[in-house]
């Protein structure tokens, strides 16, 4: 007869759900020393099956056991990590593109303007510079005028 605290039989239900063991970190430690005092052959095998545990826990707790080594001896630098310097490179290129691209679009709104002011008025559209000078703008508006680039 089994026998209790409280004098009380256990409950021979099974349980529907079993809980997962947890292992601690010390024993953990503790079988990792243990396979590496084993010397002889089969004691790695026998390790385990005494404990309970599958070779692949092992082998992956060693894994663990030398990245955590490996990570411990690297040099941890604190405080916010250094800005890439090709980072602010791309951010002022950026930035200058934009405002590159702006102008060309304002240049060429203002061009349009030019050439329907120039349609309006007759005048030949030429590539030479002075050729506004050849016509009487009198009847214009200066800040047209202005505005568009003819005068100024």
């Not at 020393?33 to 060693?62: F, K, M, N, V």
């Not at 056991?65 to 890439?84: S, V, Y």
């Amino acid at each position: 007869m089994l026998h209790t605290t409280h004098g009380h039989r256990p409950n021979p239900e099974v349980i529907a759900k079993p809980t997962r063991r947890t292992l601690t970190a010390e024993f953990k430690l503790y079988i990792l020393r243990q396979a590496d005092a084993c010397t002889e052959p089969g004691q790695i095998g026998a390790l385990p099956r005494r404990e309970g545990l599958y070779s692949s826990q092992l082998a992956q707790w060693r894994a663990q056991h030398r990245q955590a080594e490996k990570q411990a001896l690297t040099d941890h630098k604190r405080g916010r990590p250094a800005p890439d310097p090709l980072s602010a490179e791309v951010e002022r290129l950026r930035k200058e593109k934009a405002r590159l691209t702006k102008r060309l679009q304002q240049a060429e709104i203002m061009l349009e303007v030019q050439k329907k002011i120039s349609s309006m008025l007759e005048l030949p559209q030429s590539s030479g510079n002075d050729c506004w000078k050849r016509w009487n703008l009198s009847a214009i508006p200066y800040p047209l005028l202005f505005c568009v680039g003819l005068w100024g």
